[in-house]
């Protein structure tokens, strides 16, 4: 005999969910102090907030004081274990965010740090790459085996090649020659692009195992 169906549950109402927090504002309440910290400054907040990170006392979560601009520019990766706002731990909102897969730039992307640095007045850009990048393995895979990358993914391998190139023949770790390689190139080409001349440009890269930022030469 077949197994009867148990009695359908009276639905029941959900429970009410709280209220979300307000948005913050995008537009500075009048009286805002619209100036922004020197290039110095907003970089000595950086790395405090990363020894804050990784020293285990963290201020996040938290939001930015309503109408502030962003201090920073960050061109980071997609990779999950790096989010910028939790490795500097910054409010969200601090940050101007641009992150693609091993810091890849296009015109999108260099066009999204000018707005940034031109029309927010981000005096900082920085440009934070990370240990274990898995762009730039699946480049040096590509590299030692010749197997095609499917797709859009391709573009990526093209666009990292050169760092992997320059580096293949040091002695040590290829994916970290690769990832130092490809962080400050970014940095110098940013750098020398004059539609970013007002910001100060700076390289770093993230600790796999620790979430330690260091500055690259
Ligand atoms: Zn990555």
Redesign the pocket.
């Known amino acids: 005999m077949a197994t009867p169906h148990r009695a359908l549950r009276t639905p029941t109402a959900p429970a009410p969910r709280p209220p979300c927090p307000p948005f913050p504002s995008l537009v500075p309440p009048p009286g805002t102090d619209e100036r922004q910290p020197t290039a110095a400054a907003v970089l000595d907040e950086l790395l405090a907030g990363n020894a804050r990170c990784t020293g285990g006392l963290p201020r996040q979560p938290y939001v930015r004081p309503t109408g502030r601009r962003p201090c920073a520019v960050v061109i980071g990766?997609?990779?999950a274990p790096?989010p910028p706002e939790l490795v500097l731990d910054q409010p969200l909102g601090e940050l101007l965010c641009v992150r693609t897969?091993?810091?890849v730039l296009d015109e999108a992307v260099l066009a999204s740090v000018q707005y940034g640095v031109q029309e927010l007045g981000a005096p900082l850009v920085l440009v934070l790459?990370?240990e274990?990048?898995?762009?730039?393995a699946a480049t040096l895979e590509r590299l030692r085996t010749g197997a095609p990358v499917p797709g859009h993914l391709e573009l990526l391998v093209e666009e990292i090649a050169p760092a992997a190139h320059r580096t293949r023949n040091r002695p040590g770790d290829w994916a970290e020659h690769t990832l130092r390689a490809q962080t400050t190139w970014v940095r110098d080409a940013i750098r020398a692009d004059p539609a970013f001349g007002a910001a100060q440009v700076v390289a770093a890269r993230v600790d796999a195992g620790s979430g330690l930022v260091s500055l690259l030469p």
């Open positions: 990766c997609v990779d790096v897969a091993g810091l790459g990370h274990r990048c898995a762009a730039v």
